[in-house]
């Protein structure tokens, strides 16, 4: 209804908007399939030096049972619902919780400084005077819109990279990256990454 309430607002019709929706399906869907065809070719997504895919995982975990005729885990499953009955009962986040116990360390890590720097950003502060709430919920909504900018150019660079080398074109430095001089450039860089989204989020008005 808002879709058509926007065609109506800009001049366009419902024919036209309903063509542009199956096309741009169409084109997403053979995006999608083409991405992980080229994904698993190059990296794979089981065995060694395999992409992590934990949340794939545990979904592959939850229905295989159920697929090939094996008894599902009942006992797990009645436990597990009865975690989140009192994780929110204390008033823990039963999402962030659960995504913390399956997703590994190396991307648990940077979560948890995520959190780190949206509560320093987003947190008031007594000389931001009347308008500090508004000001930290302004500030934590630009840090939101710049990490999923982030996010969005990292997913495609790792596409791109997984391109040129699907192509034959190796250009990954494993000597350097396995080096001193690879980690600490990487702590460093990820450090001015910090450094940049605490700055760039608390200049917001």
């Known amino acids: 209804i808002t879709d058509l309430k926007i065609g109506y607002w800009i001049g366009t019709t419902p024919r036209k908007q309903e063509t542009w929706k199956f096309l741009g399906t169409l084109v997403s869907a053979a995006t999608v399939g083409g991405v992980m065809i080229i994904l698993n070719k190059t990296y794979g997504f089981v065995g060694e030096n395999a992409l992590v895919a934990p949340q794939a995982n545990a979904m592959a975990a939850v229905i295989e049972p159920l697929m090939s005729g094996q008894g599902a885990p009942w006992m797990l499953y009645l436990a597990g619902a009865i975690l989140a009955l009192v994780l929110n009962i204390l008033g823990v986040p039963v999402l962030a919780f ?3 116990m399956f997703i590994p360390l190396s991307l648990n890590t940077p979560l948890l400084v995520g959190g780190a720097i949206s509560w320093f950003v987003s947190r008031k502060r007594e000389k931001d005077g009347e308008k500090a709430e508004e000001l930290a919920a302004a500030r934590n909504e630009k840090g939101t819109l710049i990490a999923s900018g982030f996010i969005a150019g990292g997913a495609l660079m790792g596409v791109v990279s ?3 080398k699907f192509c034959g074109v190796e250009c990954y430095l494993g000597t350097w990256a396995a080096s001193n001089g690879a980690a600490l450039a990487g702590v460093v860089a990820y450090i001015a990454l ?4 605490i700055f760039a989020s608390k200049k917001t008005k």
């Open 162 to 164: 997984a391109l040129i």
């Open 194 to 197: 910090i450094v940049y989204f």
């Open 98 to 100: 659960a995504l913390g």
